[in-house]
C-alpha cells in the first residue's frame, strides 16, 4: 500500500505553495502597515502627535481609535485587548498603525509618532504578580480523595518548586493578514489564521457591521504551533479597518523581531506541590498550587490552565490530590495557546515529582514510573474512566524491549564508572494526553462536499491547513468514505462562506472533527448514489460498494462517474453538508467533575545523552519512541508529527529561552539570541515507532490525533539529562533548571559535585 503524501509536498519542496504573505506581495496597489510600538512595560498614553508622520512620502494615514467604527477591545474570551490602547501595558505593544503605500515608508513614518507616556510600574513575574495579588482568573480547583489526610498519613513527603519556562512558537510564516473589498462590496481578509470565523467575527465587530459582510479565507498557514489561534484577529482587524478608512487593500505583515515582540508565547509555570508516598514509590497524595504567566490579557489562559489542571496526573494513579490553578496578570505579552496547551507544563511537573520520590528512596526511576500507572477501571482526578489504560503498560514494555533498556542501563553504568569527566544519562517517559476541546461546545465540526458531472470532488471544512498535514488526512477520509481514488479529491482553502461557525484548528482534533464531519457528508452522498448505481447494475441499494473510482455489484462494475452522471440526469443533488459534534463529552467546571475527552492519546519515549561535567554542554545519542497513533489515515504524516512535535519539544526543555529584560523589552528576539534546536541538537540516532493493534473506536477511521502528544516526548530528554547529572555523584534528588540548557546543567553538576552536598 502506498501511504498518503503530504498534499503540498511538492509545493512545499520546490517553493510553490503560497502564503498570505505571497498573496499580499503579489497585490502591487496594497498599502502596508506598520505599527508604532511602546517603548515601556506599563503606561499612560498621555498624548499622540502623528503630525510629522502624516507628511512623510507615501503615508495614506495613521491608524487610532477614532477610526474605529465598532469595538474598541477584541479578545477571544473576554474582551480585555484595545487595538489602540490609552494603557499600554507590555513593552513593544502596537499603540497605533501606520499605512503607507509601501512597507519601507510605512516603517519609516512609524518612527516619526510622537507618543507621551507617563510610566506606571510593572510586574513581569509570576512571583512579582503574586506578591501584588495580580491575576487573571479566579483559582480553579480539581480535587479528588482526602489529600490532607492522606498526605499526613504517607510514610513520606516532600515538598518543592519547580519554574518551567516559556517558548516563542516560531513558525516559519509570521503573522500576516491581507484584506481588500471583493467586486460585490465586501471584505475579503485573508489572513494566516487557526481560527478564521474568530478573525472573521473579530473584524465584523471591529468594523461594526455583520459578520456576512466579511468572508476570511485561510489558504495555508507556514506554520502556526497555537499562535495563530487567537492571535492572528488583531492584524487582520488592523488591516481590515485599514482598507476602510483607505478604501485600498491593506496589508499587515510582521517582521520576526516584530512577531517575537508583539505576540504571546507558551506560559511559563510555576509549581509549588507537596507529594505523599509510600517505601515501594507509590504515590499516596499530592497537593499542587500552579501559577502560569498569562501576560496582560486573558486569552486562552484559563482553558490553557484547566488542561494543565487535567494532566497533572500524566499516567499516573494518584487517588487523593488537590490540583489548584490560577493565572497570572503582568505586563508582557499575552501568552496564548502553543502545543501541549498547559498539558505539557503540567507533564514535566508531575514527571519531576516521580524523579524526587524515585532518587529519595533510591529506587529506580523507571521502575517507580511504572508502579504508579494507571490501570483498567481507574479513573482520573475528574473522574473520566482511562478507558484503555493497558495501552500504557503495553507501550512501556514494548518500548523497553525495543530499546533495550535494561542492558543499555547496565551498559550505561559500566560507561560512567570509566569515565570521570563525562557522563551518560538514560530515561524513559510516558506520554498520556487527552483529545478534545476541554470546553465542550468547541467540539463541532462542518464540512461540504460538492461531486461535479465529471466525477470529481471539491472537499470544504472548517480546519485550516498549517503543515500538519490536516487536508491530506481528510483527502484520504473523503475517497475512502466516498470510494473514488484520492487525486480525484481537492482540498479547498478554508473559507467562511464555505463552512460557517467553526472552531479553531486546534486541540489536536482537526482531523477527528473536521475528517467526521466530511466522511458524514461522504456517506450521505454515496446513500444517494447507491440506488443509482443499483439501477445500473441490476442489483439492490444495499448491495452497491464504492471503491477506488469504480462502483461494483453483481459481478458487475461501473466507472463512479457514470453513476454521477445518471444521478445528475435524474436531478438528484451531487453535493451535501455534513456535521459532527463530539459525542459523550461533558465537564461540569465548578464541581471538577466530568468526560471532557473524546479518548487519550498515548505514548513513550526513550531518551539517552552525553554530558560534558566542565562545560554542561551534552549530546543527545539516541531516542526510541513508540507512540500510539490508532489505525493511522496517513502513516508518514503521522511521523512527521511525531518527529517533528518531539523536536519541538525538546528545543523548549533543553535549548530555547525567552528572555525579557528588567524593564520588560524582550532580549531574545530572533533566531540569533533565541537559540532552536538545529541539526546538531537532533538525535544521532532516532528511532520511531507506532503501536500495531490499535485502532480508536472513537475517531474517524480508528485514527487518533498525533498534533500535540508526541511533543511531550521530549519530557524524556530532561529526565536523561537529570540522570546524566546524577551519574557525577552525590545522592538523592537532583534539581535542574527548565529548560535544561547546558547552562542549568553545568549549574546542577556544580550544586550536586560541591563539597559538603554529600557527593
Ligand atoms: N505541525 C505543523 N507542521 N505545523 C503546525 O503549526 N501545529 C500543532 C500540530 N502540528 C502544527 C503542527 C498544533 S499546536 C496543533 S493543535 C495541531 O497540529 C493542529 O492540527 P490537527 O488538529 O489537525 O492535528
Ligand atoms: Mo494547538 S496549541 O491546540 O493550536
Same mark, same amino acid.
Given at each position: 500500500?502506498?501511504?498518503?503524501?503530504?498534499?503540498?509536498?511538492?509545493?512545499?519542496?520546490?517553493c510553490?505553495?503560497?502564503?498570505?504573505?505571497?498573496?499580499?506581495?503579489?497585490?502591487?496597489?496594497?498599502?502596508?502597515?506598520?505599527?508604532v510600538?511602546?517603548?515601556?512595560?506599563?503606561?499612560?498614553?498621555?498624548?499622540l502627535?502623528?503630525?510629522?508622520?502624516?507628511?512623510?512620502?507615501g503615508?495614506?494615514?495613521?491608524?487610532?481609535?477614532?477610526?474605529?467604527?465598532?469595538?474598541?477591545?477584541?479578545?477571544?474570551?473576554?474582551?480585555?485587548?484595545?487595538?489602540?490602547?490609552s494603557?499600554?501595558?507590555?513593552?513593544?505593544?502596537?499603540?497605533?498603525?501606520?499605512?503607507?503605500?509601501?512597507?519601507?515608508?510605512?516603517?519609516?513614518?512609524?518612527?516619526?509618532v510622537?507618543?507621551?507616556?507617563?510610566?506606571?510600574?510593572?510586574?513581569l513575574?509570576i512571583?512579582?504578580?503574586?506578591?501584588?495579588?495580580?491575576?487573571?482568573?479566579?483559582?480553579?480547583?480539581?480535587?479528588?480523595?482526602?489529600?490532607?489526610?492522606?498526605?499526613?498519613?504517607?510514610?513520606?513527603?516532600l515538598?518543592?518548586?519547580?519554574?518551567?519556562?516559556?517558548?516563542?512558537?516560531?513558525?516559519?510564516?509570521?503573522?500576516?493578514?491581507?484584506?481588500?473589498?471583493d467586486?460585490?462590496?465586501?471584505?475579503?481578509?485573508?489572513?494566516?489564521?487557526?481560527h478564521?470565523?474568530e478573525?472573521?467575527?473579530t473584524?465584523?465587530?471591529?468594523?461594526?457591521?455583520?459578520?456576512?459582510?466579511?468572508?476570511?479565507?485561510?489558504?495555508?498557514?507556514?506554520?502556526?504551533?497555537?499562535?495563530?489561534?487567537?492571535?492572528?484577529?488583531?492584524?487582520?482587524?488592523?488591516?481590515?479597518?485599514?482598507c476602510?478608512?483607505?478604501?485600498?487593500?491593506?496589508?499587515?505583515r510582521?517582521?520576526?523581531?516584530?512577531?517575537?515582540?508583539?505576540?504571546?508565547?507558551?506560559?511559563?509555570?510555576?509549581?509549588?506541590?507537596?507529594?505523599?508516598?509510600?517505601?515501594?514509590?507509590?504515590?499516596?497524595?499530592?497537593?499542587?498550587?500552579?501559577?502560569?504567566?498569562?501576560?496582560?490579557?486573558l486569552?486562552?489562559?484559563?482553558?490553557?490552565?484547566?488542561?494543565a489542571?487535567?494532566?497533572?496526573?500524566?499516567?499516573?494513579?494518584?487517588?487523593?490530590?488537590?490540583?489548584?490553578?490560577?493565572?497570572?496578570?503582568?505586563?508582557?505579552?499575552?501568552?496564548?495557546?502553543m502545543?501541549?496547551?498547559?498539558?505539557?507544563?503540567?507533564?514535566?511537573?508531575?514527571?519531576?515529582?516521580?524523579?524526587?520520590?524515585?532518587?529519595?528512596?533510591?529506587?529506580?526511576?523507571?521502575?517507580?514510573?511504572?508502579?504508579?500507572?494507571?490501570?483498567?477501571?481507574?479513573?482520573t482526578?475528574?473522574?473520566?474512566?482511562?478507558?484503555?489504560?493497558?495501552?500504557?503498560?503495553?507501550?512501556?514494555?514494548?518500548?523497553?524491549?525495543?530499546?533495550?533498556?535494561?542492558?543499555?542501563?547496565?551498559?550505561?553504568?559500566?560507561?560512567?564508572?570509566?569515565?570521570?569527566?563525562?557522563k551518560?544519562?538514560?530515561?524513559?517517559?510516558?506520554?498520556?494526553?487527552?483529545?478534545?476541546?476541554?470546553?465542550?461546545?468547541?467540539?463541532?465540526?462542518?464540512?461540504?462536499?460538492?461531486?461535479?458531472?465529471?466525477?470529481?470532488?471539491q472537499?470544504?471544512?472548517?480546519?485550516?491547513?498549517?503543515?500538519?498535514?490536516?487536508?491530506?488526512?481528510?483527502?484520504?477520509?473523503?475517497?475512502?468514505?466516498?470510494g473514488?481514488?484520492?487525486?480525484?479529491?481537492?482540498?479547498?482553502?478554508?473559507?467562511?462562506?464555505?463552512?460557517?461557525?467553526?472552531?479553531?484548528?486546534?486541540?489536536?482534533?482537526?482531523?477527528?472533527?473536521?475528517?467526521?464531519?466530511?466522511?458524514?457528508?461522504?456517506?450521505?452522498?454515496?446513500?444517494?448514489?447507491?440506488?443509482?448505481?443499483?439501477?445500473?447494475?441490476?442489483?439492490?441499494?444495499?448491495?452497491?460498494t464504492?471503491?477506488?473510482? =469504480?462502483v461494483?455489484?453483481? !459481478?458487475?462494475?461501473v #466507472?463512479? @462517474? *457514470? $453513476?454521477?452522471?445518471?444521478?445528475?440526469?435524474? &436531478? %438528484?443533488?451531487?453535493?451535501?453538508?455534513?456535521?459532527?459534534?463530539?459525542?459523550?463529552?461533558?465537564?461540569?467546571?465548578?464541581?471538577?467533575?466530568?468526560?471532557?475527552? =473524546?479518548?487519550?492519546?498515548? !505514548?513513550a519515549?526513550? #531518551?539517552? @545523552? *552525553? $554530558?560534558?561535567?566542565?562545560?554542561?554542554h551534552? &549530546? %543527545?545519542?539516541?531516542?526510541?519512541?513508540?507512540?500510539?497513533?490508532?489505525?493511522?489515515?496517513?502513516?508518514?504524516?503521522?511521523?512527521?508529527?511525531?518527529?517533528?512535535?518531539?523536536?519541538?519539544?525538546? !528545543?523548549?526543555?533543553?535549548?530555547?529561552?525567552? $528572555?525579557?529584560?528588567?524593564?520588560?523589552?524582550? &532580549?531574545?528576539?530572533?533566531?540569533?539570541?533565541?537559540?532552536?534546536?538545529?541539526?546538531?541538537?537532533?538525535?544521532?540516532?532516532?528511532?520511531?515507532?507506532?503501536?500495531?493493534?490499535?485502532?480508536?473506536a472513537?475517531?474517524?477511521?480508528?485514527?487518533?490525533?498525533?498534533?500535540?502528544?508526541?511533543?511531550?516526548?521530549?519530557?524524556?530528554?530532561?529526565?536523561?539529562?537529570?540522570?546524566?547529572?546524577?551519574?557525577?555523584?552525590?545522592?538523592?534528588?537532583?534539581?535542574?533548571?527548565?529548560?535544561?540548557?547546558?547552562?542549568?546543567v553545568y549549574?546542577?553538576?556544580?550544586?550536586?559535585?560541591?563539597?559538603?552536598s554529600?557527593?
Amino acid at each position: 500500500m502506498t501511504h498518503a503524501v503530504h498534499e503540498s509536498a511538492l509545493l512545499h519542496a520546490t517553493c510553490e505553495a503560497r502564503y498570505v504573505h505571497d498573496l499580499a506581495l503579489r497585490d502591487p496597489t496594497a498599502l502596508h502597515a506598520w505599527p508604532v510600538q511602546s517603548t515601556h512595560a506599563h503606561a499612560h498614553v498621555k498624548g499622540l502627535d502623528a503630525s510629522r508622520a502624516l507628511q512623510m512620502p507615501g503615508v495614506r494615514a495613521v491608524l487610532t481609535g477614532a477610526d474605529v467604527p465598532g469595538a474598541q477591545q477584541i479578545g477571544p474570551v473576554r474582551h480585555d485587548e484595545p487595538l489602540f490602547p490609552s494603557e499600554v501595558c507590555y513593552h513593544g505593544q502596537p499603540v497605533c498603525w501606520v499605512i503607507a503605500d509601501t512597507e519601507a515608508e510605512a516603517r519609516a513614518a512609524a518612527s516619526q509618532v510622537q507618543v507621551a507616556y507617563e510610566p506606571l510600574p510593572a510586574l513581569l513575574t509570576i512571583e512579582a504578580a503574586i506578591a501584588a495579588d495580580s491575576f487573571l482568573t479566579q483559582p480553579q480547583t480539581i480535587e479528588t480523595g482526602r489529600p490532607d489526610e492522606e498526605m499526613a498519613a504517607s510514610a513520606h513527603r516532600l515538598s518543592g518548586e519547580l519554574r518551567v519556562g516559556g517558548q516563542e512558537h516560531f513558525y516559519l510564516e509570521m503573522q500576516c493578514a491581507y484584506v481588500h473589498r471583493d467586486a460585490a462590496g465586501g471584505l475579503h481578509v485573508h489572513s494566516s489564521t487557526q481560527h478564521p470565523t474568530e478573525t472573521q467575527i473579530t473584524v465584523a465587530h471591529v468594523l461594526g457591521v455583520p459578520a456576512h459582510e466579511v468572508i476570511c479565507e485561510a489558504l495555508r498557514m507556514g506554520g502556526a504551533f497555537g499562535g495563530k489561534e487567537t492571535q492572528a484577529s488583531s492584524f487582520a482587524a488592523i488591516a481590515a479597518l485599514g482598507c476602510l478608512v483607505t478604501g485600498r487593500a491593506v496589508v499587515v505583515r510582521l517582521d520576526r523581531r516584530r512577531d517575537f515582540a508583539i505576540t504571546g508565547k507558551r506560559h511559563p509555570f510555576l509549581a509549588r506541590y507537596e507529594v505523599g508516598f509510600e517505601s515501594d514509590g507509590r504515590l499516596r497524595a499530592l497537593r499542587v498550587e500552579l501559577f502560569s504567566n498569562g501576560g496582560y490579557s486573558l486569552d486562552l489562559s484559563a482553558a490553557i490552565m484547566n488542561r494543565a489542571l487535567f494532566h497533572i496526573d500524566n499516567c499516573y494513579r494518584i487517588e487523593h490530590l488537590r490540583a489548584r490553578g490560577r493565572v497570572a496578570r503582568t505586563h508582557l505579552p499575552s501568552n496564548t495557546a502553543m502545543r501541549g496547551f498547559g498539558g505539557s507544563q503540567a507533564m514535566v511537573i508531575v514527571e519531576e515529582i516521580v524523579d524526587r520520590v524515585a532518587r529519595t528512596l533510591g529506587l529506580p526511576v523507571e521502575q517507580v514510573r511504572e508502579r504508579n500507572f494507571y490501570g483498567p477501571g481507574d479513573r482520573t482526578h475528574y473522574g473520566q474512566e482511562v478507558r484503555d489504560a493497558d495501552r500504557i503498560g503495553r507501550i512501556w514494555r514494548e518500548l523497553m524491549t525495543s530499546s533495550r533498556f535494561t542492558e543499555r542501563r547496565r551498559d550505561l553504568a559500566a560507561w560512567n564508572a570509566r569515565s570521570r569527566d563525562t557522563k551518560r544519562g538514560l530515561a524513559i517517559t510516558p506520554v498520556k494526553f487527552g483529545i478534545s476541546f476541554t470546553t465542550t461546545y468547541l467540539n463541532q465540526a462542518g464540512a461540504s462536499v460538492l461531486v461535479y458531472r465529471d466525477g470529481s470532488v471539491q472537499v470544504n471544512h472548517g480546519g485550516t491547513e498549517m503543515g500538519q498535514g490536516l487536508h491530506t488526512k481528510v483527502r484520504v477520509v473523503a475517497a475512502r468514505a466516498l470510494g473514488v481514488l484520492p487525486q480525484s479529491v481537492r482540498l479547498m482553502p478554508t473559507r467562511t462562506d464555505k463552512v460557517p461557525n467553526t472552531s479553531a484548528t486546534a486541540a489536536s482534533s482537526g482531523s477527528d472533527l473536521n475528517g467526521e464531519a466530511v466522511r458524514r457528508a461522504c456517506v450521505e452522498l454515496r446513500e444517494r448514489l447507491a440506488p443509482v448505481a443499483g439501477q445500473l447494475l441490476g442489483c439492490a441499494p444495499g448491495e452497491v460498494t464504492f471503491a477506488d473510482g =469504480r462502483v461494483s455489484g453483481a !459481478g458487475k462494475l461501473v #466507472a463512479f @462517474v *457514470e $453513476v454521477v452522471e445518471r444521478a445528475f440526469l435524474q &436531478r %438528484l443533488p451531487l453535493f451535501a453538508m455534513g456535521f459532527y459534534a463530539t459525542p459523550g463529552i461533558h465537564y461540569d467546571a465548578q464541581r471538577g467533575r466530568g468526560e471532557p475527552f =473524546r479518548y487519550f492519546a498515548y !505514548g513513550a519515549a526513550v #531518551a539517552e @545523552v *552525553e $554530558v560534558d561535567g566542565f562545560t554542561g554542554h551534552y &549530546r %543527545l545519542l539516541a531516542i526510541d519512541i513508540l507512540h500510539d497513533v490508532g489505525d493511522s489515515l496517513a502513516p508518514l504524516i503521522d511521523r512527521g508529527q511525531i518527529e517533528g512535535g518531539f523536536l519541538q519539544g525538546m !528545543g523548549w526543555l533543553t535549548c530555547e529561552e525567552v $528572555v525579557f529584560g528588567p524593564d520588560g523589552a524582550l &532580549r531574545s528576539r530572533g533566531a540569533s539570541t533565541y537559540k532552536l534546536p538545529g541539526i546538531g541538537e537532533c538525535p544521532e540516532r532516532f528511532v520511531v515507532n507506532t503501536l500495531g493493534r490499535a485502532s480508536e473506536a472513537g475517531a474517524v477511521f480508528g485514527s487518533k490525533a498525533t498534533g500535540e502528544p508526541p511533543l511531550m516526548l521530549a519530557i524524556s530528554v530532561r529526565e536523561a539529562l537529570r540522570d546524566a547529572v546524577a551519574a557525577f555523584g552525590g545522592i538523592g534528588p537532583v534539581a535542574l533548571g527548565c529548560p535544561a540548557t547546558p547552562e542549568a546543567v553545568y549549574w546542577a553538576i556544580q550544586e550536586r559535585t560541591r563539597p559538603g552536598s554529600g557527593a
